[in-house]
């Protein structure tokens, strides 16, 4: 690049940068477009609306209430991947949507879920059950309700005999047109319901109406018996929006309970204003701290790395607000791991650029062939975290699956940062005359340590943790009476409303009213919630005995002169359902599995793989049995925690495979222990920055945060250095193991044999 388009690359970069940072920071318009301020909060920290429902048949069985439930968490999770939906009693149940403020626009748009009723025209007796009102042009029912209908048995079907729906494009065979329709397929039971109906209707010519939400959405007459079990919601100018909307709907409303909405209210935030605040200071300290610490070890790059690395921050706030996502804990650990995974390829190509100009190549040589030669360990590593986001993505659901895309688009965007922009202002700050070796670095020989001499010290090392997790859980469980301290999230308990006297802010109740709840329950896992335009706070904590709620009553009333007698309580569940925790646990494994297959695939052997799989899994055991000895709560920013390790310890070994498989056709003439040792050496410096500069943004976050946030970044920096020291000491271990014990030479490919040659 010539000195004045280097000039001009680096003025646009500026004024993209500025830019960018006005966006972020300010936004355009009134209404401040693109701002940060305007990112979709959860409700842990910006609240939301909470709607109750209650059921209205009477006692409904435990199975019910649960099937109910977890068919509204998938509706609720429409609005917002982070929604919350739990028990209350045992006949309510409590939706919890985040970012919204208008309880009535959500309580339309939810409807009344679950009224999902196939209606025959005629009786027995002959009286029509819906007739025809020309003046609305809409079918009503004729002076009965769906309560009376379903007694007499005009109701053929509900909405608990629907299998699927599915939108679908047909031609209308009157007019030859295409129309949007919605196709049901019935159970094995609704199968032979509607086999039976639509035969009876057939008989005697008439109409089998779908009536959902109170309204009849079809009314399709029945001209032949239909056995196959499906059926077709049609409406004259129904879009193809529209019909996937409602097939959307009835896949997921047909509720085995008819509810009817008794409260909705809008809540505020779980953490207040300050976890905010903190987050963004700490956030903002840790990059400025990373961009000295890049620009002081790796010098002119180290500077056009954090240049990088600040337009990446930029376009990540931006794009979190231009794609709609809503940001809690766990998507903030998605947004710090893809933080770190920029400044780790950053890290690896000015590594290889020192190693290129120490080799006694120039340094426009050395900056070409740094950025080749690290592309295939940055493309492996993202690839393999992507599959895992990918994963998470299309099989979990609510914060795992916003973790995942907020993880995915943090990736995508570090990529672009690394490879393209970095290389760019590197590209720009040579061509404007910055040609000095000694503004580069030179990186020098440093003498090999011998991990492989030392692996069973290491190996020794890392079972003795390991035999320390499932030794602490027998302990915990013994003197705790359970291995890990779940959550409400996890585990339920008891939700106590508080009409205080004064209107006292989150903060306020965090430093008051908390400690006098936590010493009467005993309980360090306390979530409170305000009623936003009241005084009224829910407070929820583990499940109470009656004499300890009765305890806490008196405390409110003796610290804060609280009411009693209007104090009221209820039993809630698990905002973490069974079948969210299942589809979790399924998606983590499938990822692990593609993962190994990739890893497999790209590196033509399984022992690479399965070495990584391995250390993998040894670092999600150790973060594990931290949580089990610390006793930090288990709730959702457990399992975030987790998914974050999953993603960031693979990309650290993956670095040092790829400079295993690089050097493999040399092993004819060096020992293969040594190779893996000078491999490791080589990315030994690799490793320690790109660990300690995450590890400087969690610590920050640790120092500064409030104290959930704490019990969050405190197992993510244990996760960090495990997963520095599997990589360095374990997983070349692991594979000069298998490789010595299967005794298997290498076999380098002909591509392989032809670059050796080359050289």
């Known amino acids: 690049m010539k000195k004045k388009q280097s000039i001009i690359a680096l003025v646009l970069?500026?004024?993209?940068?500025?830019?960018?940072?006005?966006?972020?920071?300010?936004?355009?318009?009134?209404?401040?477009?693109?701002?940060?301020?305007?990112?979709?909060?959860?409700?842990?920290?910006?609240?939301?609306?909470?709607?109750?429902?209650?059921?209205?048949?009477?006692?409904?069985?435990?199975?019910?209430?649960?099937?109910?439930?977890?068919?509204l968490e998938q509706r609720a999770q429409q609005y917002s991947e982070e929604a919350q939906v739990y028990l209350q009693g045992d006949n309510r149940i409590t939706i919890e949507i985040p970012g919204a403020t208008d309880a009535t626009t959500i309580l339309e748009e939810m409807g009344k879920p679950g009224s999902l009723y196939f209606i025959k025209q005629t009786n027995d007796d002959g009286t029509e059950n819906y007739t025809y009102d020309s003046s609305t042009g809409e079918y009503v029912l004729n002076g009965k309700t769906i309560e009376e209908l379903e007694?007499?048995?005009?109701?053929?079907?509900?909405?608990?005999?629907?299998?699927?729906?599915?939108?679908?494009?047909?031609?209308?065979?009157?007019?030859?047109?295409?129309?949007?329709?919605?196709?049901?397929?019935?159970?094995?039971?609704?199968?032979?319901?509607?086999?039976?109906?639509?035969?009876?209707?057939?008989?005697?010519?008439?109409?089998?109406?779908?009536?959902?939400?109170?309204?009849?959405?079809?009314?399709?007459?029945?001209?032949?018996?239909i056995s196959d079990g499906t059926a077709v919601i049609s409406g004259g100018n129904m879009d193809w929006d529209e019909a996937t909307s409602l097939a959307s709907t009835l896949r997921i409303g047909s509720l085995s309970l008819k509810l009817e909405e008794i409260n909705s209210s809008v809540v505020g935030a779980q953490l207040g204003s300050a976890a905010v605040s903190t987050s963004v200071k700490a956030g903002a300290i840790g990059i400025v701290l990373i961009i000295?610490?890049?620009?002081?070890?790796?010098?002119?790059?180290?500077?056009?790395?954090?240049?990088?690395?600040?337009?990446?921050?930029?376009?990540?706030?931006?794009?979190?607000?231009?794609?709609?996502?809503?940001?809690?804990?766990?998507?903030?650990?998605?947004?710090?791991?893809?933080?770190?995974m920029a400044v780790d390829a950053n890290v690896i190509i000015y590594a290889r650029i020192?190693?290129?100009?120490?080799?006694?190549?120039?340094?426009?040589?050395?900056?070409?062939?740094?950025?080749?030669?690290?592309?295939?360990?940055?493309?492996?590593?993202?690839?393999?975290?992507?599959?895992?986001?990918?994963?998470?993505?299309?099989?979990?659901?609510?914060?795992?699956?916003?973790?995942?895309?907020?993880?995915?688009?943090?990736?995508?965007?570090?990529?672009?940062?690394?490879?393209v922009v970095s290389?760019?202002?590197?590209?720009?700050?040579?061509?404007?005359?910055?040609?000095?070796?000694?503004?580069?670095?030179?990186?020098?020989?440093?003498?090999?340590?011998p991990f492989m001499e030392k692996r069973k010290i290491f190996f020794t090392i890392s079972c003795i943790l390991l035999l320390a997790v499932p030794a602490s859980m027998i302990f915990m469980h013994q003197t705790k009476?359970?291995?890990?301290?779940?959550?409400?999230?996890?585990?339920?308990?008891?939700?106590?409303?508080?009409?205080?006297?004064?209107?006292?802010?989150?903060?306020?109740?965090?430093?008051e009213v908390e400690p006098v709840v936590e010493g009467v329950t005993k309980d360090s896992n306390i979530q409170m919630t305000k009623v936003v335009g009241g005084n009224n706070v829910i407070i929820k904590t583990r499940s109470l005995t009656l004499e300890e709620r009765e305890q806490v009553y008196q405390a409110m009333a003796d610290n804060f002169g609280v009411d009693t007698s209007e104090i009221t309580f209820d039993n809630i569940s698990s905002t973490v359902s069974k079948e969210m925790s299942q589809n979790a646990m399924k998606a983590v494994i499938i990822a692990v599995v593609c993962m190994l297959l990739y890893i497999w695939i790209r590196f033509r052997d399984i022992r690479f793989a399965s070495?990584?799989?391995?250390?993998?899994?040894?670092?999600?055991?150790?973060?594990?049995?931290?949580?089990?000895?610390?006793?930090?709560?288990?709730?959702?920013?457990?399992?975030?925690?987790?998914?974050?390790?999953?993603?960031?310890?693979?990309?650290?070994?993956?670095?040092?495979?790829?400079?295993?498989?690089?050097?493999?056709?040399?092993?004819?003439?060096?020992?293969?222990?040594?190779?893996?040792?000078?491999?490791?050496?080589?990315?030994?410096?690799?490793?320690?920055?790109?660990?300690?500069?995450?590890?400087?943004?969690?610590?920050?976050?640790?120092?500064?945060?409030?104290?959930?946030?704490?019990?969050?970044?405190?197992?993510?920096?244990?996760?960090?250095?495990?997963?520095?020291y599997t990589s360095v000491c374990i997983t070349g271990a692991l594979w000069y193991v298998m490789k010595h014990v299967g005794k298997n030479k290498y076999v380098p490919s002909k591509a392989v044999q032809n670059k050796t040659k080359n050289k």
């Open 13 to 71: 970069a500026a004024i993209v940068t500025v830019l960018l940072g006005w966006t972020m920071i300010k936004g355009w318009g009134p209404t401040g477009t693109g701002s940060m301020k305007n990112i979709n909060l959860g409700l842990d920290l910006s609240g939301g609306v909470s709607i109750t429902y209650q059921a209205v048949k009477d006692n409904p069985t435990d199975e019910e209430m649960s099937d109910t439930r977890y068919k």
């Open 151 to 225: 007694e007499d048995g005009s109701v053929v079907l509900t909405g608990k005999d629907v299998e699927s729906a599915e939108a679908m494009h047909q031609q209308n065979s009157t007019t030859k047109a295409t129309e949007s329709v919605v196709q049901l397929k019935m159970t094995d039971e609704g199968k032979q319901k509607f086999a039976d109906a639509t035969q009876e209707a057939y008989s005697a010519g008439k109409s089998i109406g779908i009536y959902y939400d109170e309204k009849f959405v079809s009314v399709p007459s029945v001209n032949a018996v």
């Open 292 to 340: 000295l610490f890049l620009a002081i070890v790796y010098r002119l790059p180290g500077i056009a790395a954090g240049w990088a690395l600040l337009i990446y921050v930029e376009l990540n706030l931006i794009a979190l607000n231009a794609f709609d996502l809503t940001l809690t804990l766990p998507g903030i650990a998605g947004v710090i791991l893809s933080i770190g």
């Open 354 to 419: 020192e190693e290129e100009i120490g080799a006694g190549k120039t340094v426009h040589a050395a900056i070409r062939d740094g950025f080749k030669k690290a592309a295939s360990a940055i493309l492996d590593g993202n690839v393999t975290t992507l599959i895992a986001a990918a994963v998470l993505y299309a099989l979990a659901s609510g914060s795992v699956r916003g973790f995942a895309m907020t993880l995915a688009l943090g990736i995508v965007l570090s990529m672009f940062s690394a490879m």
């Open 423 to 449: 290389r760019l202002l590197v590209n720009s700050l040579y061509g404007m005359g910055l040609k000095d070796a000694k503004y580069y670095g030179t990186k020098k020989e440093r003498k090999g340590f």
């Open 481 to 511: 009476g359970s291995a890990l301290n779940f959550g409400l999230d996890f585990k339920g308990g008891t939700s106590i409303n508080v009409p205080f006297n004064e209107d006292y802010s989150i903060e306020e109740l965090d430093k």
């Open 611 to 724: 070495s990584a799989i391995l250390a993998l899994m040894h670092d999600i055991a150790i973060v594990f049995g931290f949580y089990v000895v610390s006793r930090i709560s288990v709730g959702s920013t457990f399992i975030a925690c987790m998914l974050t390790i999953l993603g960031y310890s693979i990309n650290s070994t993956i670095v040092i495979f790829d400079r295993i498989r690089e050097n493999l056709p040399e092993l004819k003439r060096e020992p293969i222990e040594s190779l893996v040792d000078r491999c490791i050496t080589d990315t030994l410096t690799r490793s320690i920055y790109s660990s300690l500069t995450t590890f400087i943004t969690i610590f920050v976050l640790f120092v500064m945060g409030v104290s959930s946030i704490r019990d969050f970044a405190a197992p993510l920096m244990v996760g960090i250095v495990c997963g520095a």
